[in-house]
Protein backbone atom coordinates (compact mmCIF):
# COMPACT_ATOMS: atom_id res chain seq x y z
CA UNK A 1 0.00 0.00 0.00
CA UNK A 2 1.19 3.92 -0.86
CA UNK A 3 0.09 6.58 1.36
CA UNK A 4 0.21 9.94 -1.09
CA UNK A 5 0.17 13.55 0.30
CA UNK A 6 0.19 16.61 -1.76
CA UNK A 7 0.98 20.33 -0.40
CA UNK A 8 1.66 23.31 -2.20
CA UNK A 9 -1.49 24.33 -3.60
CA UNK A 10 -2.55 28.18 -3.44
CA UNK A 11 -4.10 31.41 -4.92
CA UNK A 12 -1.61 33.29 -7.61
CA UNK A 13 -1.82 35.10 -10.42
CA UNK A 14 -0.91 34.21 -14.09
CA UNK A 15 2.72 33.95 -14.43
CA UNK A 16 3.20 33.07 -11.06
CA UNK A 17 5.24 30.05 -10.22
CA UNK A 18 4.51 27.34 -7.81
CA UNK A 19 5.37 24.11 -6.56
CA UNK A 20 3.84 21.13 -6.24
CA UNK A 21 5.02 18.12 -3.55
CA UNK A 22 3.62 15.15 -3.17
CA UNK A 23 5.24 12.70 -0.28
CA UNK A 24 5.01 9.02 -0.26
CA UNK A 25 5.13 6.30 2.36
CA UNK A 26 4.65 2.86 2.32
CA UNK A 27 6.55 1.48 -0.32
CA UNK A 28 10.05 1.54 -1.67
CA UNK A 29 9.80 5.35 -3.24
CA UNK A 30 12.10 3.90 -6.38
CA UNK A 31 10.07 1.15 -7.40
CA UNK A 32 7.17 3.63 -8.57
CA UNK A 33 6.53 5.37 -11.56
CA UNK A 34 5.42 8.81 -10.16
CA UNK A 35 2.74 10.96 -12.44
CA UNK A 36 1.16 14.40 -11.98
CA UNK A 37 -3.08 14.73 -13.25
CA UNK A 38 -5.53 17.57 -12.73
CA UNK A 39 -9.17 18.10 -12.50
CA UNK A 40 -10.92 21.29 -13.29
CA UNK A 41 -14.68 22.05 -12.69
CA UNK A 42 -17.00 19.99 -14.91
CA UNK A 43 -13.99 18.48 -16.95
CA UNK A 44 -12.27 15.20 -17.14
CA UNK A 45 -9.43 14.71 -15.47
CA UNK A 46 -5.97 14.61 -17.47
CA UNK A 47 -2.73 13.92 -17.12
CA UNK A 48 0.12 16.44 -16.74
CA UNK A 49 3.42 15.18 -16.30
CA UNK A 50 4.78 11.66 -15.18
CA UNK A 51 8.34 10.38 -14.21
CA UNK A 52 9.84 7.12 -14.06
CA UNK A 53 11.06 5.23 -11.25
CA UNK A 54 14.49 6.78 -11.04
CA UNK A 55 14.07 10.44 -12.43
CA UNK A 56 15.44 9.65 -15.71
CA UNK A 57 12.85 9.63 -18.36
CA UNK A 58 10.10 12.46 -18.12
CA UNK A 59 7.17 13.61 -19.96
CA UNK A 60 4.27 16.41 -20.31
CA UNK A 61 0.96 17.34 -21.68
CA UNK A 62 1.57 18.99 -24.50
CA UNK A 63 -0.20 22.43 -22.81
CA UNK A 64 2.25 23.03 -19.99
CA UNK A 65 6.03 21.59 -21.81
CA UNK A 66 8.42 24.32 -21.12
CA UNK A 67 6.51 25.34 -18.51
CA UNK A 68 6.40 22.75 -15.69
CA UNK A 69 9.22 20.25 -14.68
CA UNK A 70 8.56 17.14 -13.18
CA UNK A 71 10.96 16.07 -10.86
CA UNK A 72 11.47 13.31 -7.22
CA UNK A 73 13.72 12.87 -4.47
CA UNK A 74 14.34 9.97 -3.09
CA UNK A 75 16.10 10.82 -0.18
CA UNK A 76 12.93 12.83 0.59
CA UNK A 77 10.34 9.93 -0.78
CA UNK A 78 8.73 12.97 -2.96
CA UNK A 79 7.71 13.87 -6.03
CA UNK A 80 7.34 17.50 -7.16
CA UNK A 81 5.54 19.48 -9.94
CA UNK A 82 7.22 22.84 -10.11
CA UNK A 83 5.13 24.66 -12.47
CA UNK A 84 5.84 28.52 -13.72
CA UNK A 85 4.52 31.20 -16.14
CA UNK A 86 0.95 29.81 -14.90
CA UNK A 87 -1.94 30.38 -16.52
CA UNK A 88 -6.14 31.25 -15.85
CA UNK A 89 -6.59 27.71 -17.59
CA UNK A 90 -4.38 25.56 -14.93
CA UNK A 91 -6.84 26.15 -12.37
CA UNK A 92 -7.51 22.63 -11.35
CA UNK A 93 -7.45 20.38 -8.67
CA UNK A 94 -4.06 18.62 -8.69
CA UNK A 95 -3.39 15.00 -7.93
CA UNK A 96 -0.54 13.07 -7.51
CA UNK A 97 -0.45 9.54 -8.55
CA UNK A 98 1.80 6.44 -8.30
CA UNK A 99 2.29 3.20 -10.07
CA UNK A 100 4.73 0.07 -9.80
CA UNK A 101 4.38 -0.11 -13.60
CA UNK A 102 5.83 2.29 -16.21
CA UNK A 103 5.33 5.89 -15.91
CA UNK A 104 2.24 6.19 -17.95
CA UNK A 105 -0.22 9.58 -18.78
CA UNK A 106 -3.48 6.93 -18.42
CA UNK A 107 -5.40 7.32 -14.85
CA UNK A 108 -5.90 3.31 -15.01
CA UNK A 109 -2.37 3.04 -15.21
CA UNK A 110 -2.08 4.34 -10.94
CA UNK A 111 -2.83 2.63 -8.30
CA UNK A 112 -2.77 5.08 -5.56
CA UNK A 113 -3.86 8.59 -5.37
CA UNK A 114 -3.03 11.74 -3.29
CA UNK A 115 -6.39 13.34 -1.65
CA UNK A 116 -5.44 16.20 -4.20
CA UNK A 117 -4.12 20.01 -3.82
CA UNK A 118 -6.05 23.09 -5.19
CA UNK A 119 -4.50 25.45 -8.01
CA UNK A 120 -6.16 28.39 -8.76
CA UNK A 121 -4.74 31.13 -10.86
CA UNK A 122 -6.25 34.41 -11.49
CA UNK A 123 -6.37 36.93 -14.18
Known sequence: QVQ???SGGGLV???DSLRLSCAASGRIFSSLAMGWF???PGKEREFVAAVNWNGNSAYYLDSVKGRFTISR???KNTVYLQMSSLRPEDTA???CAATAMRSSS???SYAYW???TQVTVSE
Open 4 to 6: LVE
Open 13 to 15: QAG
Open 38 to 40: RQA
Open 73 to 75: DSA
Open 93 to 95: VYY
Open 106 to 108: YSE
Open 114 to 116: GQG
